[in-house]
Structure formats: C-alpha cells, structure tokens
C-alpha cells in the first residue's frame, strides 16, 4: 500500500472559512497531485508539483491554491470556502519523469461547504 | 487533446462470472493507457498500464486488458468475478505533452452472491 497520506478524511465547513487539506508522502517523489472529483465523474487535475517550489495549475480552473516548500509536503488551501467547492480532493504522487508513471493516490478528503 | 469515455457508469455481474469494462481512448500521438481501482474509502490503485510494448497487459488480481488500436480500445477484463472485486475502476490516457494523466469518469462494479 502506498505511504501517501491525506488529512483530514472529511471536512464539513462553513461559508466563508479558510480550509487547508493536508498530503504528505514519505516515499520521496519530485512529482505530485491534486484532483478534485465529484461523484460518479472524473477526476480533474487542478494543481502539480514537479518538485520543491515547483507549482502548475492544472487543467480544471480552481480557486485553490497550493505550496511545495518540502520534497514530502503539498498543501492545498481555499482561501474563501463556497459551496461549490464542495467535492472529493485526490492527492497524488509520482517518483518519475515519464508519462507512464504510476501514480500512487491518497484516500482523498471529501469536502462539504454549507 | 487526449481523452477517454468509459462506457457504462455502472456494471454488475455476478460472482465466478465474466467482468468486462469498457474504455475507448482518443489521442492523436501512440498513448499510454491505465486502469486504476478505487475501493470504498481508499485511493486509487493502478491495476496495470499499456506502455507501447505486449498489447495484452495482465495486472494485479487476476485483472487483464488488451490494446486495441483499430477499436481505439483497452478493455478491462477478469474471467471470474470475486466479490472483493466490488470497486470503481477507471481508465486514462496519458498527456504526454505534460506528463499528466487524464481519467474517465469511472465504472462502478457491483458483484452478485
């Protein structure tokens, strides 16, 4: 089973608060992830890491924010919750350069924003 | 652009039958193609990758899928169902522009005692 970690497991907020989900990996990987998905669709890339201060946005718009200041460590914050945030956030981790990659995922943390 | 559709969000069999789950990919370049499995309160978990070399590409738990590039295919399969195999699978395709993977919208299988 994959060392990747993600706190908390579930979260239910109010409007308005600032929320930061937790993904830490003790496997040593540059590459990490973050998804968001909602049930019964995919999985969308919204932020990637190549590697320490190294940060992309994804392919899914999000207001998120993410930070890479530790090789095992990759934040995400909302600065702002809304109900629309509302969703399952995937963490991610990868110990390659290439395409083919295994990709080795967190249980996620699934947001509510009332 | 790469993407990929799987066909049916949810599939049921029953226990010792055939599981079939169905992915067609889209891409302009030679792709790589994943399925990945998710089990009730866990993350995803590769089941087995086609990386250009066998096209038939067997995985963990008995699970095989096969590279079809006439059919723009790479169906997911086990002979015999086991009610452990209760998950949602999905299939992606890789970006190779920028090293990512993109996900279909998964196929939930429901095993039958």
């Known amino acids: 089973e994959a060392d990747i970690y993600q706190t908390p497991r579930y979260l239910v907020i109010g409007t308005g608060k600032k929320i930061t989900l937790e993904c830490s990996q003790t496997?040593?990987?540059?590459?990490m992830y973050w998804y968001q998905q909602d049930p019964g669709m995919e999985l969308h890339l919204i932020h990637y890491s190549y590697g320490v201060n190294s940060t992309e946005k994804g392919d899914l718009s999000s207001e998120s924010t993410v930070s890479r200041i530790r090789t095992e460590h990759f934040p995400l914050t909302l600065e702002s919750a809304r109900p629309s945030h509302t969703s399952q956030y995937l963490c991610?981790?990868?110990?390659?350069?290439?395409?083919?990659?295994?990709?080795?995922f967190g249980p996620g943390t699934r947001l509510t924003v009332l | 652009a790469q993407s990929v559709t799987q066909l049916g969000s949810h599939v049921s069999v029953s226990e010792g039958a055939l599981v079939l789950l169905r992915c067609n990919y889209s891409s302009s370049v030679p792709p790589y193609l994943f399925w990945y499995v998710q089990y009730p309160n866990k993350g995803l978990q590769l089941l087995l990758k086609?990386?250009?070399?066998?096209?038939l590409v067997k995985g963990i738990n008995g699970f095989e899928a096969e590279f079809k590039k006439s059919e723009t295919s790479f169906h997911l399969t086990k002979p015999s169902a086991h009610m452990s195999d209760a998950a949602e699978y999905f299939c992606a395709v890789s970006d190779s522009s920028a090293s990512k993977i993109i996900f279909g919208s998964g196929t939930r299988l429901s095993i039958r005692p």
């Open positions: 496997m040593g990987h540059d590459k």
């Open positions: 991610a981790s990868s110990d390659g350069g290439g395409i083919t990659d295994t990709q080795y």
């Open positions: 086609y990386t250009s070399a066998a096209t």
